[in-house]
């Protein structure tokens, strides 16, 4: 089954930038599209980005112009680069398969916290 492991998350000013990854394992980065969540405890899951498999990119109105997706074929891997972030954008940030009948399980994500 595949799996999705989060990792680049942690603490930041405002302003100020990250860039998080996704390795997959047991699937194909470049054959699905991909995207990127992020959950506040107590919401629901929010989508913000999706990368599909030709390249062609969509990004919530929230990080518009802020975040970046892009993905790696030869490390089987996708990339959010997080600027000018907000205290707004502090979350536990999750990828996944954005066609939701391919997801698979949810990882553990990685713990993004926007604070002066």
């Known amino acids: 089954q595949a799996q999705f492991v989060e990792s680049g998350g942690g603490l930041v000013q405002p302003g100020e930038s990250l860039r998080l990854s996704c390795a997959a394992s047991r699937s194909n980065i470049t054959l699905t599209p991909i995207g990127w969540y992020r959950q506040v405890p107590g919401t629901s899951r929010e989508w913000i980005a999706t990368i599909t498999n030709t390249g062609n990119t969509m990004y919530a109105d929230s990080v518009k112009g802020r975040f970046t997706i892009t993905k790696d074929s030869a490390e089987n891997k996708a990339y959010l680069q997080m600027d000018f972030l907000k205290p707004e954008d502090t979350a536990t940030y999750y990828c996944?398969?954005?066609?939701?009948?391919?997801?698979?399980?949810w990882g553990q994500g990685t713990q993004v916290t926007v604070s002066s």
């Open positions: 996944n398969r954005a066609i939701v009948q391919f997801r698979a399980a």
